[in-house]
């Protein structure tokens, strides 16, 4: 196992994307900005929603809707699904008090476990590059762990009072108190089993474990755990979710349009597919989130409002396209997820056949 | 003003019991409403899967039942999505009941043809 094929990028560059940045900017907001005021932070967020959270629903999107083979192969998500929400959607403008909170709390909670998702996603696929083996069991504990960091995150949240978004007011979900008991011991069990299953490995191969392999679920558990205590640390976490996502998204689009064969592999060709894809991810992030709600500023709500009502529809059609295109079963998802970016500028290493792309 | 509508709604039919439906119609209130068209939804989803019967794959109409259980879940959540307040436990099941509506949404439309199964049984 080579260091370049054990990263997508190298390893300064995929430890701070993968959580090293959070935890950083997390440590550097406990000890430098524990004020209530989280409007300066709220502001730089939303900075940085244009380059980075934004562009990764539009990525989304890009990968579905840009090619017809995809709307083909799953036309419930690409064609039915858009149908419900915009129902949904229009049954919230419709009934602002009655139905958009609603609407607006099932992707709040929605929200975090997808996150969870993404978590064991990413260390399957760190896990699989490392060859560190994570069966039935390994799984088991590795979600209970992660899985319930979400629920305790949530749990927080919920008595912090994350009642405002976009300026509506969503009510808290109310959860008995022994939830927080049960989530905890779950938590930590989950945490010394899959601790122990590892250790274990480490014995018996002597080596260790890449830490790269299990810096997704420490991300994750800072995020929810101490991370939650910490609000003006809540609001960029969706900024570092998304640029998890963007790294991957990004490798698996030059594997899409560079790794085929006869794709010209250089890394003037890999600058030049990433400059068109971001920009194109950023102009769609902006359409997302701020040309749909513009285009419907003549309803009679507050333009925030209907942003926020219009931006819970686009990330729960996310959470839905994300699982639909992300299967690590999937064999070219999959292979493709094991490929590093210098092998699309190597001509010898990165020319795959056509059929093995995805969305090609 | 509602009784009036709902006379004229009513004019062709007889009986009181009818007249008394009309009513409960132009009487329903928000919420009702909501629910009677996540109802229609429902029904939509099932008359499609219907006709689309033999020429659609089963992940397909695997799918719009997940719609259909995805719309119904919505409407028991804006229905009740408060009665943690009163009962507590409930709120921890319908929380629960969340979880499980995003882990069945997380197998939406995924391959579930034979082939795949077998081999995603031997992956695990």
Not at chain 1, 89 to 99: D, G, H, L, R, T
Not at chain 1, 114 to 123: F, P, V
Not at chain 1, 352 to 358: L, S
Not at chain 2, 56 to 79: D, K, N, P, Q, Y
């Amino acid at each position: 196992m080579t260091a370049r094929s054990l990263y997508f990028v190298n390893w300064w560059v995929d430890t701070l994307i993968i959580g090293g940045l959070s935890i950083v900017a997390w440590l550097g907001l406990l000890a430098f900005y524990r004020s209530t005021n989280t409007q300066p932070i709220f502001w730089f967020a939303v900075v940085l929603s244009l380059f980075v959270n934004y562009p990764h629903f539009s990525a989304t999107v890009y990968r579905l809707y840009q090619s017809p083979d995809n709307i083909r192969h799953f036309p419930i998500t690409a064609c039915g699904l858009p149908v419900i929400l915009i129902a949904a959607v229009a049954a919230s403008f419709w009934q602002p008090n009655i139905i958009a909170p609603y609407f607006v709390m099932l992707f709040l909670l929605w929200s975090p476990y997808h996150y969870s998702g993404q978590t064991i996603g990413l260390t399957m696929v760190y896990a699989r590059r490392a060859g560190f083996p994570i069966g039935r069991w390994e799984r088991m504990a590795l979600s209970a762990f992660v899985f319930s960091a979400f629920v305790f995150g949530v749990i927080r949240f919920q008595r912090n009072g994350l009642t405002d978004f976009y300026g509506m007011s969503v009510p808290t979900f109310p959860l008995p108190d022994w939830i927080d008991a049960v989530v905890q011991a779950v938590m930590w069990t989950g945490a010394v089993v899959f601790a122990g299953v590892t250790f274990m490995w480490c014995l018996k191969h002597k080596r260790l474990v890449p830490p790269i392999v299990l810096l997704p679920a420490l991300t994750h558990f800072v995020w929810f755990v101490p991370g939650a205590g910490l609000k003006s640390f809540w609001i960029v976490i969706p900024f570092f979710h998304s640029l998890q996502y963007l790294l991957i998204a990004l490798i698996m689009q030059l594997r899409v349009r560079i790794g085929v064969a006869g794709g010209e592999h250089s890394w003037r060709r890999v600058g030049a597919e990433a400059k068109r894809w971001g920009s194109r991810n950023i102009l769609g992030g902006i359409l997302l989130f701020i040309g749909i709600p513009a285009a419907f500023s003549w309803l009679p709500l507050p333009v925030m409002t209907t942003a926020g009502i219009l931006a819970a529809a686009v990330n729960i059609h996310h959470f839905f396209v994300d699982g639909v295109i992300w299967k690590l079963r999937d064999a070219t998802t999959s292979s493709a997820l094991m490929t590093n970016i210098a092998e699309f500028a190597a001509p010898a290493a990165g020319d795959f056949p056509r059929r093995q792309t995805v969305g090609a | 003003m509602h009784d009036a509508v709902a006379a004229v709604a009513v004019a062709g039919s007889a009986g009181s019991a009818v007249a008394a439906d009309a009513s409960d119609f132009v009487s329903a209130t928000p919420r009702e409403l909501f629910l009677a068209a996540g109802i229609g939804a429902m029904i939509a989803c099932g008359v499609t899967s219907f006709f689309l019967a033999g020429h659609v794959s089963e992940r397909t109409h695997v799918a719009l039942a997940m719609l259909v259980v995805l719309i119904g879940g919505f409407c028991l959540f804006a229905l009740f999505g408060m009665i943690g307040r009163e009962i507590p436990v409930a709120g921890g099941l319908l929380f629960l009941g969340l979880i499980g509506l995003f882990k069945l949404m997380n197998q939406f439309e995924m391959r579930r043809d034979r082939t795949s199964r077998r081999k995603e049984t031997s992956d695990e």
